[in-house]
């Protein structure tokens, strides 16, 4: 097996290919989307100023030939979604794939549940919730596929869709890493599916309602890439951790998740540093996964809220701070901090009911 070491190196281990998809091999149908952020030569001189999850010392290499696929999961108290999930993705796995739970000091079973049902899978209990990035981090530790599918409990993978996105990234050998359409219930694409960077701009269209009045527009709806037809192939961005698939020796590069972050964000933040190093990231919407619904309690609400305000802030503050005045950077803080102190005030007018679906 070729060793990837640059997003550039051709690819040479053809015989390990899982499908080819006609989409995937036009390199005219995915495109850079005009109206998104364009990585700058400072942005470029600044993954050299990494921190100190970065620079860990080299493991040395695992053989990534057994698995082309492993999926992380990252769980908490939520048994049912889980089990669905595993079920979906090992009865659609149409590649070699491995398995690797990450609890997060669940209380109702979650990883007993797992044990029993699908004893291939590897579950690494935790003793506390460390958030979303430290347990991903302790995930991808013991992953041994050639690409990592990050996914969500309440994600549930279709027929052929783990196939097209590995063989996505086995015929691009320049993508780090590749999202697949994420839909809702109700068949709606999941606008978290495929994002531009969130820059101050877009912030201020978001926060006086601009991106939902003109969802489609290049300029205001930029965000979500609402501009940009939902059934191509093209660059984006970032994906989502809800479910995307990455190519581990672009994350060996780049580093792991930030654990800074508890929830959200760290998504957005290792796209940044992929695109960073050189590498695309791509939707690839052959490849499909529904989002199911989840009842979360009002307390974890109000935390999931302010950790995504916090995240907000966590990722300009170290991406594009620099870059803006100090009074730029004051609106920017006051805009993310207004956000989440209206929908805190939300959230406690609604505060007697018991859960809501989201």
Not at 221 to 249: F, I, K, P, Q, W
Request: glycine share 6%; with cysteine; charged share 25%.
């Amino acid at each position: 097996m070729a060793d990837e070491t640059t997003p550039n190196q051709p690819l040479s281990d053809n015989a390990e290919r899982v499908q080819t998809t006609p989409e995937v091999t036009e390199p005219d149908r995915a495109a850079p989307v005009q109206g998104t952020p364009a990585v700058t030569t400072a942005d470029q001189a600044r993954l050299a100023e990494t921190t100190p999850f970065d620079t860990a010392p080299p493991k040395p290499k695992k053989d990534r030939t057994k698995f082309v696929v492993s999926a992380l999961i990252v769980s908490s108290n939520v048994k049912p979604l889980l089990l669905q999930c595993l079920r979906v993705f090992f009865a659609n796995a149409d590649v070699p794939v491995e398995a690797i739970v990450v609890d997060n000091a669940s209380t109702d079973g979650s990883a007993a549940a797992v044990t029993d049902e699908f004893p291939q899978a590897t579950v690494l209990r935790e003793a506390a919730n460390m958030g979303y990035g430290r347990a991903a981090n302790i995930g991808l530790e013991r992953c041994r596929g050639r690409f990592v599918l990050l996914l969500n409990p309440d994600v549930q993978m279709e027929p052929q869709a783990i196939g097209r996105l590995a063989d996505f990234l086995l015929t691009r050998p320049d993508a780090g890493a590749v999202g697949p359409r994420i839909l809702m219930p109700d068949g709606t694409l999941d606008p978290e599916a495929r994002r531009s960077f969130p820059v101050p701009r877009s912030l201020f269209y978001r926060t006086v309602g601009l991106s939902k009045m003109f969802p489609n527009s290049p300029r205001f709806g930029s965000y979500n890439m609402g501009h940009v037809d939902e059934s191509e192939v093209h660059e984006m961005d970032a994906g989502t951790a809800t479910c995307l698939m990455l190519r581990m020796a672009a994350v060996d590069r780049v580093g792991y998740f930030d654990p800074r972050y508890f929830m959200f964000g760290e998504d957005v933040d290792l796209c940044y540093r992929m695109k960073l190093g050189g590498w695309k990231i791509f939707y690839l919407p052959t490849a499909a996964a529904v989002r199911h619904e989840t009842e979360i309690p009002s307390e974890v609400q109000r935390r999931a809220a302010y950790e995504k305000y916090r995240s907000m802030w966590a990722y300009h503050f170290k991406h594009h701070a620099e870059d803006v005045s100090a009074f730029g950077n004051g609106l920017v803080w006051a805009q993310i901090w207004g956000r989440w102190a209206v929908q805190a005030l939300k959230n406690s007018v609604r505060k007697a009911q018991p859960a809501r679906k989201v």
